[in-house]
T-cell receptor, first 117, second 112 residues
Framework: AQKITQTQPGMFVQEKEAVTLDCTYD???????LFWYKQPSSGEMIFLIY??????QNATEGRYSLNFQKARKSANLVISASQLGDSAMYFC??????????????FGTGTQLKVEL | DAGVIQSPRHEVTEMGQEVTLRCKPI?????LFWYRQTMMRGLELLIY????????DSGMPEDRFSAKMPNASFSTLKIQPSEPRDSAVYFC??????????FGDGTRLSIL
């Protein structure tokens, strides 16, 4: 079974600074996908970024980048130039794909990020 | 484009009542997922469908929970009878094949 670990329950960062949110995973699959989602206090789940296990380059989406280290089984999210609106819960997730098209996500426990002035 | 639409946004009901949560996935998406989020257990996958067919319902807590997807544009999650421990935020999400899942805004359910 797949497992996602987020060891930082809470993080603080100063506005305009960069912050790294940690995520490690465990799987015996060769093909898998890693995702990050943001959940602001309003409750919705917002997809941020995706990294495939065969992707050689780290994924980037605007101020978000995913630091993918396959050998270490880590997929850390880096947010550059933090903004007050980045304050939210962040979830790392891994996709398991089954023969025949099955496709499910396993989520970590999340990291609560607070951006301060 | 419209995202995943869930209704109601909030539901408060008494223990023992039937609760029905509704979801309209993004048009063209072939996967639909139901999740439950609580402080104690985090985000849990309850069930998911592929092309309207239930694929994995191993996350459904017990027989009081049931889910249907009668067509590609509608799904329901039903709890009967409801219990206080069912109080949670229930999310519906959809995706096209193995592309990222897009979530609805969730239904905040309170069982008194």
């Amino acid at each position: 079974a797949q497992k996602i670990t987020q060891t930082q329950p809470g993080m603080f960062v100063q506005e305009k600074e960069a912050v790294t949110l940690d995520c490690t995973y465990d799987t015996s699959d060769q093909s898998y996908g890693l995702f990050w989602y943001k959940q602001p206090s309003s409750g919705e789940m917002i997809f941020l970024i995706y990294q495939g296990s065969y992707d050689e380059q780290n994924a980037t989406e605007g101020r978000y980048s995913l630091n993918f280290q396959k050998a270490r089984k880590s997929a850390n999210l880096v947010i550059s130039a933090s903004q007050l609106g980045d304050s939210a819960m962040y979830f790392c997730a891994m996709r398991e794909v089954f023969p025949g098209g099955g496709n499910k996500l396993t989520f970590g426990t999340g990291t609560q990020l607070k951006v301060e002035l | 484009d419209a995202g995943v639409i869930q209704s109601p946004r909030h539901e408060v009901t008494e223990m023992g009542q039937e609760v029905t949560l509704r979801c309209k996935p993004i048009s063209g998406h072939d996967y639909l997922f139901w999740y439950r989020q609580t402080m104690m257990r985090g985000l849990e996958l309850l069930i998911y469908f592929n092309n309207n067919v239930p694929i994995d319902d191993s996350g459904m807590p017990e027989d009081r929970f049931s889910a249907k997807m009668p067509n590609a544009s509608f799904s329901t999650l039903k709890i009967q009878p409801s219990e206080p421990r069912d109080s949670a935020v229930y999310f519906c999400a959809s995706s096209f094949r193995s592309q990222p899942q897009h979530f609805g805004d969730g239904t905040r359910l309170s069982i008194l």
